[in-house]
């Protein structure tokens, strides 16, 4: 099973600041990674997919990098809706896995 | 519009067992692969079992199941009727989640853009 890490697991930061957010597989999983955002009692949001892609309708301030086995959310100019809970998936390999999350506070 | 809406949760026994379903629409069904995620309180999602749609070929059923709902659940769907279903026995206090209906993007197995809203399976007795 691939196991993602997250790092840091919490993070609280000021509007306009910019987040950093580390995902990492305990084995290559190439480019299929995905980051959901979730907020309290919604399902989670797809933002990125294959690690840099952005989903319909996601603002622009959010992107990804990274392939193999490291993978960055970047959140640009941080807005106070961004407060949230962050999970990144790997579709790669059965089982799926996601990571346990950040929480990033604004 | 994708829609999809789970139904079917509730307080159940241990050792019960539960139903769920959950509806699609705006999109065509039969061709993606159908998810069940789940989520515990103040937990990470977990992947519970997928079924593959039409546009994923593969020499398998298609049929995926976590280790920890092996031989307890089934995953089914009907095309007819554009939904997908959960059937779970077994059920053990572990089990107690908000469970989520996922889509994967057609011709992929993974890749979760859509989600339903959730039903809440509570295992107690």
């Known amino acids: 099973e691939i196991v993602l890490t997250q790092s840091p697991a919490s993070l609280s930061l000021s509007p306009g600041d910019r987040a950093t957010l580390s995902c990492r597989a305990t084995?290559?999983?190439?480019?299929?990674l995905a980051w959901f955002q979730q907020k309290p009692g919604q399902a989670p949001r797809l933002l990125i997919y294959d690690a840099s892609n952005r989903a319909t309708g996601i603002p622009l301030r959010f992107s990804g990098s990274g392939s193999g086995t490291d993978f960055t959310l970047t959140i640009s100019s941080l807005d106070p809706e961004d407060s949230a809970l962050y999970y990144c998936q790997q579709r790669l390999h059965w089982p799926l896995t996601f990571g346990q999350g950040t929480r990033l506070d604004i | 519009e994708v829609y999809l809406l789970e139904s079917g949760g509730g307080l159940v026994q241990p050792g019960g067992s539960q139903r769920l379903s959950c509806a699609a629409s705006?999109?065509?069904?039969?061709?993606?692969?159908m998810t069940w995620v789940r989520q515990a309180p103040g937990k990470a999602p977990e992947w519970v079992s997928s079924l593959s749609g039409s546009s994923i070929i593969s020499r398998d059923s298609g049929t995926f199941y976590a280790d920890s709902v092996k031989g307890r659940f089934t995953i089914s769907r009907d095309n007819s009727r554009n939904t997908l279903y959960l059937q779970m026995t077994s059920l053990r206090a572990d089990d107690t989640a908000v469970y989520y209906c996922?889509?994967?993007?057609?011709?992929?197995?993974?890749?979760?853009?859509?989600w339903g809203q959730g039903a809440l399976v509570t295992v107690s007795s």
């Open positions: 084995q290559s999983i190439g480019i299929y």
């Open positions: 996922v889509r994967a993007r057609e011709r992929t197995n993974g890749l979760f853009d859509y």
């Open positions: 705006g999109f065509t069904f039969s061709a993606c692969t």
